[in-house]
């Protein structure tokens, strides 16, 4: 009789809801992850990312809802009866095994006489076979999560569960065990559902995103695709940063909705602006932004035209960042947007924190999402960012 742990397919989260008392962890969840896919479920502390993983390992059950592989309905089963293995932040290895051991550790409990080899293949493969004989407190953080994720693959789990799994390493071993998970996954060929707070790490791992707030699913794709059109002022902010304002929507102009922001006139494509009427809330990423001058200084450096919408701002800071410039800039409206220039000209437009600029995208770039809820990012737009405050007088009043 073929048992839950033979089922093959894609992962099915249909309609899962998890309360604990009366507190919704996860919100009524419905999500299908295609056989073999990475995907990253994003979303910061406390949104329901590890409660959503307990649930697929069986570690918890839903309150209402089901879950499968393929046609196999897993809900109500025990961890051990499914097809599913989980990477911890904390690797959890047994300190008084060896590395080859602690990989075997699941195959032989199961029953396996060829454990070893199994191990010794799964070493290889997250290449750690020279470690085999060592112990665990003997290995690197980065080695010993490598054989925790040795020691879930040698099942051969239909999906391998990672929470928070980079978590305790630092910036640079992160990255290595990125581009590391990332080529096991496509070499294996099995599905990874990789839990993260770090936008960056599953926007560089994932095929698809799943960005979570409040035990919802928020939007999901395509890391790209999301970058460039955010549906919700929640992703905007999440995902890489967005330059948002509120205004109203006071009409069209072709293809584009035409709106009000704080008596400025701007054009969204109407394919990027969720709202047709009413309140809306306008975003413009800070790398598609150019600062000039002049008005219409600005240009297109590829296409050598003025760009279209402008808007005069103050620079509040400038931070030269290598290969790009970050500046902070005041718009009329009082709000602080970001742009990044690319450090292409050998004599960069000299701007010091005072200075009069004009900003300036091509409307093709802005998007518009609902206002609606985004009060309470009011603020928070900017909040990972130390802003300076303006100098009383410009160096040009001080010198001129
Ligand atoms: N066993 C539990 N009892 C009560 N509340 C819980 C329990 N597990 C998780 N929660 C709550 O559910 C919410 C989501 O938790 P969790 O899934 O761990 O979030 P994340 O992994 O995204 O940080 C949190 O507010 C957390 O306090
Ligand atoms: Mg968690």
């Known amino acids: 009789m073929a048992g839950f742990r033979e089922a093959t ?18 919100d009524d969840l419905t999500l299908s992850v295609p056989r073999g896919s990475f995907f990253a479920l994003l979303g910061p502390s406390g949104c329901g990312k590890t409660t959503t993983l307990r649930m697929v390992a069986g570690l918890e059950q839903p309150t209402s809802g089901r879950i499968l592989i393929g046609d196999t309905d897993l809900t109500g ?15 959890a290895l ?17 029953g396996h006489k060829d454990a070893l080899a199994m191990a010794d293949q799964t070493l290889e493969l997250v290449q ?4 085999a004989g060592r112990k665990p407190a003997q290995l690197s953080g980065g080695q010993q999560q490598r054989v925790a994720v040795a020691r879930a693959l040698v099942n051969r789990p239909e999906v391998l569960l990672l929470d928070e799994p980079l978590g305790a390493l630092d910036l640079k071993l992160r990255r290595q065990m990125q581009v590391e998970l990332k080529r096991i996954q ?15 790490e599953a926007m560089t791992m994932a095929d698809t995103v ?10 999901m794709g395509p890391p790209a695709a999301m970058y460039d059109l955010p549906a919700t002022a929640f992703v905007a902010n999440f995902v890489g940063q967005s330059n948002l304002g509120e205004g109203r929507v006071t009409g069209r102009d072709g293809d584009f909705v035409v709106a009000d922001v704080h008596g400025s006139t701007v054009k969204i494509p109407a394919s990027r602006c969720a709202v047709t009427d009413g309140r809306v809330l306008f975003g413009v990423r800070p790398e598609k932004v150019h600062l000039g001058r002049t008005s219409h200084d600005v240009i297109d450096r590829d296409r050598k035209v003025a760009l279209g919408d402008d808007l005069q701002a103050t620079v509040l800071d400038v931070s030269f960042i290598g290969v790009a410039t970050q500046y902070l800039v005041q718009v009329p409206s009082g709000a602080t ?21 004009w900003i300036e995208w091509d409307p093709a770039h802005a998007f518009g999402v609902a206002a609606e809820g985004a009060e309470i990012l009011a603020g928070s737009v900017l909040a990972d960012r130390t802003i300076p405050t303006p100098p009383a007088e410009t160096p040009q009043d001080a010198t001129s």
């Open 77 to 91: 089963s025990r961890p051990y009866e499914r097809p599913v293995n989980t990477v911890f932040q904390s690797y």
């Open 128 to 131: 750690l076979q020279h470690l």
């Open 94 to 110: 047994f300190p008084h095994l060896s590395v080859r051991d602690n990989v075997a550790f699941g195959p032989k409990r199961r």
């Open 9 to 26: 397919g894609d992962l099915r989260i249909e309609d899962v809801t998890k309360s604990f008392g009366d507190f919704t962890a996860v």
């Open 337 to 357: 947007w970001s742009v990044y220039e690319q450090n292409l000209d050998v004599d960069p437009i000299d701007l010091r924190p005072g200075d009069q600029v």
């Open 210 to 219: 799943a960005v979570m707030n409040h035990g919802r699913i928020e939007q």
């Open 186 to 200: 496509t070499e294996v060929g099995l599905t990874f559902i990789h839990v993260t707070h770090d936008q960056e």
